[in-house]
């Protein structure tokens, strides 16, 4: 048979094939793999690739070939024919479908349906561990789509490969506990609700039943390269459900899963068991005083910043800062270990296509198209929480912001996967709010964030949105309704899901003023976040100070947001929203927050410009207001804000006070300096703080701290003999804070 | 246009005299026999006599003067000031006018199919029952489509329902409380949408009687009414609830006649240690003879009081007392505006800083 090759080739001459019209010359390039490209059209998904090709007499003897899918973003799945291909005429085919056994190279996933779906290139190659030059003649090379066939046992519906946790049913109270199945058949589309879906019914020892909503997950490894961040799948795509108990004792589980157009599975699982104490670590808004937000009943007065997204180019633009490198996770992950050794204890990041988002049109880096979330996206989503968490912090999880469906504004809607115009169902932005295919499309991202990350103790809370009055919804009062609508019945959805109950908010941009009432008065918004910009046209209280309009932001008598007994938590804030000069910025963030705790605010404002304080190491102010509130308890239901006279009056000081029977916490500060101004020093002895002029006689604890340090600097007991109590107040330059308590 | 058709509202808050939170505490007297006490409670509100109904021991009483004194009404800075302000408007010679007008402005043209749709929508959540009546108008609430601006904030009958109905719920008595409230919303519903809720001789009746409920209470601000002793507020009261019968009257519904239909039996005992005794109030409304159990458990002092545990108001999120679902349904009007996309919002005027409260007692609270 040693002359066979030479037969076949010759033959394949004399019948022309080799210089066919329309036959294409490939060199190889061996050792390394050679890649021919299929160009034609091709609607991506399953299929059958065919192709002709004369391999001359020349070309190495362990020449192989074999045939690729990849997706947009490369990732690779390859089939080999086996054997060597000898010199002669080849006509070969390759069957290219979820059911084939594909292999991922040279990372190793799984090739399953729901890869399948997101391929979207296909050709052959040529490899051989010789070197070679050879040209080989592909006469033909064309796809075909791959007849249905419904895979053997498609129609026994079930789930495989169980595993728990660590490989046990045992766990501790307040840790995480997994549940891994592989469906068969696996959905092509793992994240679309309406083709499959999976949960987990949880008894606990109290008899309650929580039905935990599992969703896609693919093991992700991330790298930090340094001047980005990339994302290695290993291993097959499953679904994973994920829990967290709360309570000692045993646990009875069973996994319910449901195909498109099929009975639901019921498998049993092994009971969990539970250990150690009771745990509860998520943040809540206080029952007692629904003002301010408490984490296992204990006040908990969140202290942060606004680290929306990876960097800022507003930022650098208005303040001249550097973009951080887009090492996402890596990048955000550094900013919240600086902030957490600053004293911050919060953090506000958004779900944005160009930050953590989970959908955005296929075609860009990392993303999957229209309810198809992003793997590794997600994996960067775990990542940034478990570190928040192990540092303290925890997470204002913003869903959307209002570019992704606003036309005008930060408009992103060109590159939104629902938008008409990229191959989604939706022609006007604002039928985000109302069409049914959008709302089934939230639902399913809604369902797919709180399976993944509702037991996370690092979220904070779900903020639906960024800047809601930014949007495309808010055109005119019949819009308004429809907003009204939709957040109410989102509120209501994730409320339904979230079987730790996280609470939720949405956000208006500008100041308190824009903010809508109906919408914050629904019961399903749980705080409030506001923007709290001043400045700029239309902005808030001519040359008003950012004290006062943090203030007003809550207790002006006819707007403040008071009035909802809701934590009010200013989200963005710094100047205008086009920023505002250094000396400005310094003292709004240094003083912001003192502002806010005397006002009432549900925590600190977070500053809007994070890389502005990231990149100059301006994290003192988080941890000075950190040491004035450890162990304070701002609750109560008379507890409330009160306006401290100066005397003899100093009409540049804002002095104002969180008062509860016996203890008072109070700032003094110096607006001409808040404001951009100079500050000036007060002598002590200079002036008086009038606490009251009918105040009870009692023994009284008096502390004076440095407002810029968070030091204690002065500390006295005096016994006050009844009527007015007025306090010395001793020197100081730009700002300065106290507590006065009642000795017990 | 000043909000003065929280006069109403004020009526129905000031006369009962309750604290936040003590709405569920109504005492229902202290026979052996729950029924027995409720019965007695409903006759005391037959004769408009709320000094039997609200107070059963003098330590009791002392406790709702302190509670009142102390409570949400004193220190909450947005129920006090709005209260204040309709206790001025009440007291204005044009009172009944503002009311009438605001009334208008805030219940749509279409206001009685509005307020039968929410009915229908409270009792079927998941979709509204055959044969109910059909939602509002055009627009639905808030006006016409494209109307911009704020305007007049519409009455959110379904949230004051819905607040309202957490007031009773019962743990473990969920199920038969919402079907017996589903009824009557149901039979409320099919009433209601006849009624011509703008007739203006109805009106100027029911403006007559919520001002005239606001004045039996003689006080020209909260904090005078918190400084009362119970005892004056329970009988100002009695005669402010006088006038709120004539308001409901003036729409069609003879309070005195329900109450005389009510009959009052033991229920079933819900399990718990010790168990807890329910009773069946059976009486007939809009036509219709309906079947409410509530939960009662007697206290230390001997008396039974309305027990409303369940804890399905806190799982939806309800954390709004009845005075401030009254309160936020019908605050001022939205913040919202025709700012549209990149507007920035700011669609009222620049806030004027407002200094924090006023010292409440010399000692700013300290």
Same mark, same amino acid.
């Given at each position: 048979m040693a002359g066979a090759p030479f037969v076949q080739c010759l033959l394949a001459w004399i019948l022309g094939l080799a210089t066919a019209p329309g036959a294409t010359q490939v060199t190889l390039c061996s050792p390394i793999t050679t890649v021919v490209p299929y160009l034609g059209a091709w609607d991506g998904g399953a299929l059958v690739l065919t192709a002709e090709l004369i391999v001359p007499g020349e070309a190495p003897a362990d020449l192989g070939v074999g045939a690729y899918v990849s997706d947009r973003h490369g990732a690779w799945y390859q089939t080999c024919q086996d054997g060597h291909l000898a010199p002669g005429h080849h006509r070969i085919r390759f069957s290219l479908g979820p059911a084939d056994p594909l292999v991922s190279e040279p990372m190793h996933h799984g090739w399953s349906p729901g890869a399948s779906a997101l391929m979207a290139k296909t050709g052959i190659f040529f490899y051989s561990a010789a070197g070679s030059r050879t040209e080989i003649t592909i006469t033909s090379l064309a796809v075909a789509p791959l007849p249905d066939v419904p895979a053997a046992g498609a129609t026994v519906k079930r789930l495989l490969d169980l595993r728990l946790g660590d490989g046990t049913a045992t766990v501790a109270a307040g840790e995480r506990w997994t549940i891994q199945v592989r469906p068969d058949p696996m959905p092509a589309n793992p994240d679309d609700p309406r083709q499959f879906t999976l949960a987990a019914v949880i008894t606990g020892p109290d008899g309650v039943a929580m039905r935990i909503p599992g969703f896609s997950y693919q093991a992700m490894t991330l790298d930090d390269r340094g001047d980005r961040e990339d994302a290695t799948p290993h291993g097959p795509g499953i679904m994973q459900v994920r829990f967290r108990a709360r309570q000692p004792g045993r646990y009875q589980v069973s996994l319910e899963a449901s195909w498109e157009g099929g009975p639901t599975v019921v498998t049993a699982v092994p009971a969990l068991t539970v250990t150690g104490q009771p745990w509860d670590c998520y943040a809540r808004v206080? /029952?007692?005083? /629904?003002r301010f937000f408490a984490v296992g009943g204990d006040f908990w007065w969140p202290i942060g910043l606004n680290v929306h997204s990876v960097n800022d180019v507003r930022s650098q633009e208005n303040l001249g800062t550097r973009l951080t490198t887009d090492r996402r996770a890596a990048a955000t992950i550094a900013q919240l270990r600086r902030l957490a050794a600053g004293g911050g204890t919060a953090a506000e990041i958004w779900l944005a296509s160009w930050n953590l988002g989970l959908e955005w049109r296929a075609d860009w880096p990392g993303f999957a198209g229209r309810?198809?979330?992003s793997q590794e996206q997600a994996a960067r989503l775990d990542a940034v929480l478990d570190a928040a968490w192990a540092l303290g912090v925890r997470v204002n999880l913003v869903i959307a912001n209002h570019g992704q469906i606003s036309a005008r504004m930060d408009s992103e809607w060109r590159d939104n996967p629902w938008n008409r115009a990229t191959g989604g169902p939706i022609a006007d932005p604002a039928l985000m709010f109302s069409a049914p295919e959008a709302l089934d499309g939230q639902e399913a991202m809604r369902r797919y964030l709180i399976a993944r990350y509702?037991?996370? /103790?690092?979220?904070? =809370? +779900?903020?639906? +949105?960024?800047?809601?009055?930014?949007?495309? $919804?808010?055109?005119d009062a019949q819009a308004h309704q429809t907003m009204k609508r939709w957040h109410e019945f989102a509120a209501a959805r994730w409320r339904a899901l979230d079987a730790y109950a996280h609470p939720i908010t949405t956000h208006w941009a500008g100041d308190y003023r824009s903010s809508d009432w109906d919408i914050a008065g629904l019961p399903g918004m749980a705080y409030l976040c506001i923007d709290a910009y001043? $400045? =700029? /046209? $239309? $902005? +808030? =209280?001519?040359? =008003?100070?950012l004290a006062a309009l943090l203030s007003d932001s809550v207790l002006d008598s006819r707007d403040g947001l008071a009035r909802f007994r809701k934590p009010v938590l200013v989200t963005e804030y710094g100047g205008s929203a086009m920023g505002a000069s250094d000396t400005l910025l310094r003292a709004e963030h240094a003083s912001a927050s003192w502002a806010a705790l005397v006002s009432g605010h549900g925590g600190a404002p977070m500053l809007w410009w994070f890389e502005w304080v990231d990149q100059q190491g301006l994290y003192q102010p988080f941890r000075a207001i950190a040491r004035f509130i450890a162990g304070e308890d701002l609750r109560g239901q008379a507890a409330h804000s009160v306006l401290i006279a100066t005397l003899p009056d100093q009409p540049r000081l804002w002095s104002h006070a969180w008062s509860r029977a016996g203890r008072m916490l109070g700032y003094l500060l110096d607006t001409t300096w808040q404001g951009g101004g100079s500050a000036r020093s007060y002598a002590a002895g200079e002036m008086r703080l009038v606490i009251g002029d009918q105040v009870a006689p009692g023994t009284c604890h008096l502390e004076w701290w440095d407002a810029d340090s968070g030091e204690l600097v002065e500390s006295r007991m005096f016994e006050h003999p009844g009527g007015m109590l007025a306090l010395t107040v001793p020197g100081f330059t730009r700002h300065l804070a106290f507590k006065l308590a009642r000795a017990p | 246009m000043r909000p003065i058709f929280r006069t109403a509202i004020a009526c129905a808050c000031l006369a009962s005299s309750m604290p936040q939170g003590y709405a569920a505490e109504v005492s229902l007297g202290s026979s052996d026999d729950p029924a027995a006490a409720m019965q007695a409670s409903l006759h005391a509100l037959r004769v408009n006599d709320l000094a039997t109904l609200l107070t059963a021991t003098p330590a009791e009483a002392q406790a709702l003067t302190s509670a009142l004194a102390d409570g949400a009404l004193a220190h909450d800075r947005f129920l006090s000031d709005r209260l204040d302000e309709l206790l001025r408007e009440a007291a204005s010679p044009d009172a009944t006018a503002q009311l009438i007008a605001a009334w208008s402005a805030r219940v749509p043209v279409s206001g009685s199919a509005d307020l039968a749709a929410a009915l229908v929508a409270l009792a079927h959540p998941a979709g509204a029952a055959s044969g109910a009546p059909a939602p509002g108008g055009p627009g639905g609430p808030g006006g016409p489509p494209g109307m911009p601006g704020p305007g007049p904030r519409p009455i959110d009958w379904r949230m004051l329902t819905g607040v309202a109905l957490t007031q009773l719920l019962a743990r473990g008595l969920e199920t038969q409380q919402v079907e017996a409230v589903q009824q009557l919303l149901d039979a409320a519903a099919r009433w209601v949408v %006849?009624? %011509?809720?703008? %007739?203006a001789r109805r009106a100027k009746l029911a403006s007559a009687a919520a001002i005239a409920a606001v004045g039996d209470l003689q006080v020209a601000t909260i904090n005078d009414l918190c400084q009362l002793p119970i005892s004056t507020l329970i009988t100002r009261g009695s005669e402010a609830l006088v006038q709120l019968k004539a308001l409901a009257s003036a729409y069609g519904v003879d309070a005195d006649a329900i109450l005389d239909s009510a009959s009052v039996a033991d229920g079933p005992a819900l399990a718990g240690h010790p168990p807890v005794s329910t009773v069946i109030v059976s009486f007939t409304a809009f036509n219709v003879r309906h079947q409410l159990p509530l939960a009662v458990v007697r206290s230390d002092a001997g008396t039974w009081r309305l027990r409303a545990d369940s804890p399905i108001p806190r799982l939806l999120g309800l954390r709004l007392s009845l005075l401030q679902a009254l309160v936020f349904s019908l605050g001022p009007p939205p913040g919202f505006g025709p700012g549209g996309p990149g507007g920035g919002g700011a669609n009222r005027d620049a806030g004027a800083t407002q200094p924090p409260p006023p010292l409440p007692r010399g000692d700013n609270g300290f």
């Open positions: 206080d /029952p007692l005083d /629904p309810m198809r979330y509702a037991d996370h /103790p690092a979220i904070m =809370g +779900w903020k639906l +949105w960024s800047e809601i009055n930014l949007t495309a $919804g808010n055109q001043h $400045g =700029g /046209p $239309g $902005g +808030w =209280g001519d040359g =008003g100070t | %006849d009624l %011509d809720i703008h %007739d």
